[in-house]
């Protein structure tokens, strides 16, 4: 068994090989400019603050920390492109002729549904969400972020909504592989919302607001999956016809009992 896996464990370590060196590549270069960079980062968050209030650090180690987050979470984002190629290729020989044909789509989709849901969280999200975090008690007490923490949390929101509008993406595999069709994401829909506002409550700020502003977006992203998975793998008019005989069996069950 293990002889069989060898040849995909050898090339998953070229694939990771490769990203992860585009990704140191792009890490050193990022570090040079990781100065205007923050500065973009708290843009958002000093807009917010009240007077006499400014972003600080609270430990020796934190603004060399902090810079190393930044250009590391900005060398992620460049890399983006290189590590969607390295997948494709990884999972290409898996693939029919036609299918390896859309590495370009893929990989031009799949950077650009990340980059939607980082831009959304940073233009909507966190805005409205920064400013009720910042004013909220402001009355009682005086906002003195630390950047280590805020480039923190504001990493991970920007990773979790581009990572949530991968979602179309997703379903594309899972349907080319028929682990999903247009027919089971339908049905699933009652618990994908609740799946959905689970997750929106976990990586967005503690108010309703911004929970349903990722919670929305989420939403037509599954309506679109569905129209993704109907078009590469729909479900079959036998399927379709068995669950029809199905629901007019329980409908006649249902009736004899009622007798």
Request: charged share 20%.
């Amino acid at each position: 068994m293990f002889d069989e896996l060898k040849p995909h464990l050898v090339e998953l370590r070229k694939r990771l090989s490769i990203s992860i060196a585009m990704l140191f590549i792009a890490f050193f270069i990022c570090f040079n400019y990781w100065e205007p960079i923050l500065a973009w980062m708290i843009t958002p968050l000093e807009e917010v603050l009240p007077e006499n209030s400014h972003v600080i650090f609270t430990k020796l180690q934190e603004p060399f920390f902090t810079a190393l987050k930044v250009s590391f979470f900005t060398a992620f984002i460049f890399s983006l492109p290189v590590i969607f190629w390295q997948f494709w290729l990884f999972i290409a020989p898996g693939l029919y002729d036609n299918e390896k044909k859309l590495v370009v789509p893929f990989v031009t989709f799949a950077t650009a549904m990340f980059l939607m849901g980082a831009s959304f969280c940073y233009y909507i999200v966190i805005p409205i969400g920064f400013d009720f975090l910042v004013n909220f008690g402001s009355q009682l007490f005086m906002a003195l972020p630390s950047i280590g923490e805020y480039v923190s949390f504001f990493t991970k929101l920007l990773f979790g909504f581009g990572l949530a509008f991968e979602l179309p993406v997703v379903t594309f595999f899972f349907a080319k592989l028929g682990l999903v069709d247009d027919k089971g994401l339908i049905g699933f829909f009652r618990y994908a919302i609740i799946i959905i506002f689970v997750v929106s409550a976990l990586l967005t700020p503690p108010d309703l607001l911004t929970q349903f502003l990722m919670a929305g977006p989420l939403i037509i992203l599954y309506g679109i999956s569905i129209l993704v998975a109907r078009a590469v793998n729909p479900a079959s008019k036998e399927d379709d016809e068995e669950d029809k005989s199905e629901e007019e069996d329980d409908d006649e069950e249902e009736e004899e009992d009622e007798k």
